[in-house]
């Protein structure tokens, strides 16, 4: 479900003023219809986690886009992983074995 | 929930600072955001902020030391994490967004099988220098309007990397329909093609207009005169205001029917519009009204059935 710029602040508990300046250090990247950004639940988990990282976590504004960056090139990174085991797993069983062997026989040298 | 105290690693008399300071260092190491694939943590963390709930303010605190209180806390549903979300569709916006281009992964590794060395797939084949991939799907949602959904329209959709989509809702658009818009996914690897946005829609609810399939839905205030007596009246239909005719003797909850006045799906049958009546008195109590009721020899007759 795709919600309004205050729907969300009241929601989440953050300022409106805060939430635009994320968007525009482009924290949060929502898409826009029309002028109007549009949250999905993606963007609405994302801003409560920025929250909870400013608030809670004490990341201040100078650490936040570090923090953010490598959160994202770690989901890219599972999401490429995820992608290379469910190529593996429609591979002949023999290939399979001999891909987790050689894995295995990698982590513990 | 155990001990707040324990919990959190602190003496029952430790100050705010410390409690916010202790806090902060294990919300740190176990905030599930920061540890996206472990369960361990997710569970820890709830422990750690009902714990810092709890403690962090102070009329609960004292509630609890006295035993007023127990410890369980208000929970955080798991699904609320941005973690549930990152790897998905929805995601992909900022997985491509950290200037991380997951077919780096693949160029490294198939270049280090190319050239025979020990860490790719393959021995030294040259086969993986042509790997190709398609990109991945993007994927959005859509909110669009009543009558837009059931006459189709084109809206507008603006990324944040600047690029815009037109995109075509076709008429008689239903919530959850989703739209495939071939090749405006992320790029391809080593010339593949690049992937679909799927913009999923959700259509907003109308103040006079419902739907039942194709099928369009109102509810009509009409006088007690046009009730009783019949007569013309102006319809709005999703095209636009329609004159109609009231059938003399109609009721609250009479069905009308304007055919072909729903929505028209391209190479289907177009729906129809319903008109449900509502009958009205006068807003304010009219004496010449009540006078004639009171003097209507057939004011009393059977409604309930008894």
């Known amino acids: ?109 | 929930m155990n001990d707040p105290y324990k919990i959190l690693g602190i003496a029952k008399t430790a100050s705010a600072d410390e409690i916010k300071k202790s806090y902060r260092k294990l919300a740190k190491q176990h905030h599930p955001d920061l540890n996206p694939g472990s369960a361990e943590a997710a569970a820890t963390f709830k422990d750690i902020s009902s714990a810092y709930d709890l403690l962090s303010d102070p009329d609960k605190r004292a509630r609890f030391d006295r035993g007023e209180i127990d410890a369980s806390g208000q929970e955080r549903a798991d699904n609320s994490f941005y973690r549930s979300y990152a790897g998905g569709p929805q995601g992909a916006r900022y997985r491509s967004n950290a200037g991380f281009d997951p077919s780096d992964i693949f160029a490294d590794m198939f270049s280090r099988a190319g050239q025979g060395g020990g860490g790719g797939f393959g021995r030294g084949g040259g086969d993986f220098q042509e790997f190709r991939m398609r990109g991945g799907d993007l994927s959005y949602t859509l909110s669009v309007d009543f009558l837009e959904a059931a006459k189709g329209a084109q809206k507008r959709l603006s990324f944040p990397d600047g690029r815009t989509l037109d995109v075509n809702v076709p008429v008689g658009t239903v919530t959850g329909s989703v739209l495939r818009l071939r090749g405006q996914g992320q790029p391809g690897t080593g010339g593949g093609p690049a992937g679909d946005a799927l913009i999923e829609i959700t259509v907003e609810p109308h103040a006079l207009f419902r739907r039942e399939g194709n099928n369009v839905l109102v509810d009509l205030p009409v006088t007690l005169a046009e009730a009783v007596l019949g007569g013309k009246i102006n319809v709005p239909t999703i095209e636009g205001p329609v004159s109609m005719t009231v059938p003399a003797g109609s009721n609250t909850g009479t069905r009308l029917r304007l055919r072909g006045r729903g929505i028209a799906p391209k190479g289907g049958a177009a729906g129809d519009q319903y008109i449900t009546l509502k009958v009205m008195l006068p807003k304010e109590p009219d004496t010449a009204l009540s006078d004639f009721i009171k003097n209507w020899p057939g004011r009393e007759y059977d409604v309930r059935g008894t």
């Open chain 1, 1 to 109: 479900m795709n919600r309004s710029l205050h729907y969300v602040a009241a929601e989440i508990g953050v300022t409106v003023e805060d939430l635009n300046g994320w968007i525009e250090r482009r924290w949060v990247l929502p898409v826009r219809a029309g002028r109007n950004p549009a949250f999905d639940d993606a963007d609405r988990t994302r801003i409560r986690m920025i929250l909870d990282f400013h608030r809670d976590l004490a990341i201040d504004d100078e650490a936040m886009p570090v923090v953010l960056d490598l959160i994202d090139r770690l989901h890219a990174a599972r999401a490429q992983l995820r992608a290379i085991l469910e190529a593996v797993a429609v591979l002949p069983e023999p290939a399979q074995t001999a891909i987790l062997r050689k894995m295995q026989g990698e982590t513990e040298q």
